[in-house]
């Protein structure tokens, strides 16, 4: 759902807050516990119990607890390279500065990292806060660390105090998290997941097993996959978040994938797990790009840098547009030359690193990430593209008119786009032909809409069925009323769920596949009781009412809809074998006489006329009779 990470210098606590919040200790490699440094990426979880989301007005419908992913990164300068790798999927920063040391190198250069790649929140977490006996110092380091994060993306991130050997401050920390995280948007669902693969390894009986945080989409055991930019192709096994089991993995959580037909060796960090033909491999990248204002040096044309995009490292050449150099602080274009492959999207954050010695540069966002070939630097219509990519393609303004309007239709969205006659048809295949867009009939909705839709259709479903468990399923019109969709958009939803077998109609009710009727053995007592009674009333059954009063209301419903119990009228009901045996009797006397009035099949079942004018009309509505004058006839279809 969520993936919080650590930032800030070596050995100022950023592990051991992690274990205090979690319970799990997130240095896993034994040099790590040798020399008691992070050195890779360490993962763990936070859990939230739902009393704690009340109190924090937290909305999560549940099951409890709530768990987030937690990635910890090592802070040592020789190690910044491995932070990059897991530092670029989170929600989420906790920037952790140490009481008795306040600001450092890698504070400074793990802050201008946040801010590259613009991650949603923070929170600035003061720790070691134990060993401050002086309140003036950490009043210092308070006012110091204000004055480093003024103009960042943490330039508001709340700053709290606490101390993970004691406690002190935790709870609030615990609190601050999820007051942030509630105003983090949700990873948009694009219908094209890719994972950046951030671990690699096997495990004895299943293989290979690749981790990451999911993005842009969500896989299903069973999916089909490509590896990026290798194009070796695979299929997902297994899916887990967290150590439990999933069969769909969700956009923004970590998930640890098992993968069949995919070797240890095949597969490294940095790679994609993407379906087959969504992601495309590329030797070059146009970006905009922002130059550190404490950077050593101007940045030049041909400059050898090394290359920071989701997990991937690559080293890189930079080829400047439109410039000559890039003084610290200057922001510009570039387009990086690979001599190696990477797998990237439209969008996606950067970082730029010098090699040697090593230290980040700059960063910025990819703005294409496949151009068809290498740029005349000078050129002004090269500029003038990438501004209006930057800005949004055509396909990128028609995407944003539905996500405003959606559903929208397509006379309103030419209106609304703007565009060319001849550039919408063009622009508006592509959206649906990449997935990024949902035509039903003459109404367009997005992608991660759609998805949505699924998902609270399928919510509402099963908390109906929690609600109501002895009922077959929801009125679809009830459903189609909550939802406030149009049949036009309601009906397509239900039948793409029920294609693929996540929800099954039953004719006017809807329900998933697993949902089964069960009652208690109490209730089967007395239902067997019901069931006695109607044998021996024979014709002159039990009433409604009296049935009801019987099993109670929601047992009485549940036979009917099972089909145990056939309504005849209001007032009138039957067990199915006695409703079996007296619609036989009556076929038999019509195929033998032609025609029946109320008072012979009075006569013939024995019984009041009440009983007998019931039977009759149910029949002539279940299109088995007819009436003719006073008598009933066959309908020839049932002769």
């Keep these: ?161 606490v101390s993970a050997r004691t406690g002190r401050g935790l709870d609030t920390l615990r609190q601050a998290i999820l007051q942030q995280l509630k105003q983090v948007e949700p990873r948009p669902d694009l219908g094209r997941p890719r994972l950046p693969v951030d671990r690699v390894f096997t495990l004895p009986g299943f293989g290979t097993v690749v981790t990451g945080t999911l993005m842009d989409g969500r896989f299903q055991v069973g999916d089909a996959v490509e590896i990026q930019p290798s194009g070796q192709k695979g299929r997902i096994r297994g899916l887990q978040t967290h150590r439990q089991q999933l069969e769909t993995a969700l956009p923004g959580s970590r998930v640890a994938i098992n993968l069949t037909n995919i070797a240890k060796e095949d597969i490294a960090r940095g790679d994609i797990i993407a379906w087959p033909n969504q992601q495309q491999p590329t030797l070059l990248l146009d970006v905009s790009y922002r130059h550190l204002p404490d950077a050593a040096k101007p940045l030049r044309h041909n400059a050898a840098v090394k290359l920071f995009v989701g997990a991937a490292e690559r080293m890189a050449r930079v080829r400047l547009l439109g410039s000559r150099q890039l003084d610290p602080g200057q922001e510009g274009w570039l387009q990086l030359v690979l001599p190696e492959p990477v797998a990237v999207s439209q969008g996606d954050r950067f970082i730029l690193r010098r090699p040697s010695p090593g230290a980040t540069i700059g960063g910025g966002q990819i703005i294409d990430a496949r151009p068809r070939r290498q740029h005349r630097r000078f050129r002004p219509e090269v500029v003038r593209r990438l501004e209006t990519l930057a800005q949004g393609s055509p396909a990128d303004r028609l995407y944003q008119v539905v996500q405003q309007h959606e559903p929208v239709s397509l006379a309103q969205l ?94 006017t009710v809807l329900h998933r596949p697993e949902h089964a009727i069960r009652f208690t053995a109490a209730q089967e007592a007395a239902i067997a009781d019901l069931l006695a009674q109607f044998e021996r009333a024979g014709v002159n059954s039990p009433s409604v009412k009296e049935a009801k009063a019987a099993v109670g209301d929601d047992v009485y419903y549940a036979l009917v809809d099972l089909g145990r119990l056939v309504v005849v009228s209001p007032d009138v009901v039957y067990a199915r074998p006695g409703y079996e045996q007296l619609v036989a009797r009556i076929r038999a006397y019509l195929q033998e006489h032609g025609r029946i009035s109320t008072a012979q099949i009075r006569d013939l079942l024995q019984t009041s006329r009440k009983y007998a004018i019931s039977l009759m009309e149910h029949l002539d509505e279940q299109k088995i009779t007819r009436r003719i004058g006073d008598e009933r006839e066959l309908v020839k279809s049932e002769s």
């Excluded at 992913?69 to 790798?85: T, Y």
């Excluded at 006659?421 to 622009?427: K, N, Y």
């Excluded at 592509?430 to 949505?452: H, I």
Aim: no cysteine; net charge negative.
């Design 1 to 161: 759902m969520y993936v919080i990470g650590t930032a800030g210098h070596v050995d100022h606590g950023k592990s051991t807050l992690v274990q205090a919040l979690t319970g799990i200790d997130p240095d896993r490699l034994a040099e790590e516990k040798a020399r008691e440094m992070t050195i890779d990426l360490g993962f763990a979880w936070l859990r939230y119990a739902e009393a704690e989301l009340q109190t924090a007005a937290f909305s999560y419908p549940g099951p409890f607890p709530l768990e987030m992913g937690l990635v910890d990164v090592p802070g040592h300068r020789d190690f910044i390279e491995n932070m990059l790798a897991g530092v670029g999927g989170i929600d989420l920063a906790l920037f952790v500065i140490a009481a008795d040391e306040g600001v450092m190198p890698q504070t400074r250069e793990h802050l201008a990292i946040l801010d590259l790649l613009a991650v949603q929140r923070g929170l600035i977490v003061i720790t070691k806060l134990d060993l401050i006996e002086d309140p003036d110092w950490l009043e210092l380091v308070q006012l110091d660390v204000g004055d480093i994060v003024a103009g960042t993306v943490l330039a508001d991130a709340p700053l709290i105090p």
């Design 414 to 507: 030419q209106r609304q786009s703007g565009l060319e006659s001849d550039t919408l048809p063009e622009s508006l295949a592509d959206l649906l032909a990449n997935q990024r867009l949902v035509q039903l009939a003459q109404q367009l909705l997005t992608y991660p809409y759609w998805q949505r839709l699924n998902d609270r259709l399928l919510a509402l479903v099963t908390g109906y069925e929690k609600d109501y468990p002895l009922r077959s399923g929801m009125p679809r019109e009830a459903a189609r009323s909550q939802l406030k969709l149009s049949p036009a958009i309601f009906n397509p939803l239900v039948s793409s769920l029920a294609v693929a077998g996540k929800l099954v109609e039953a004719g």
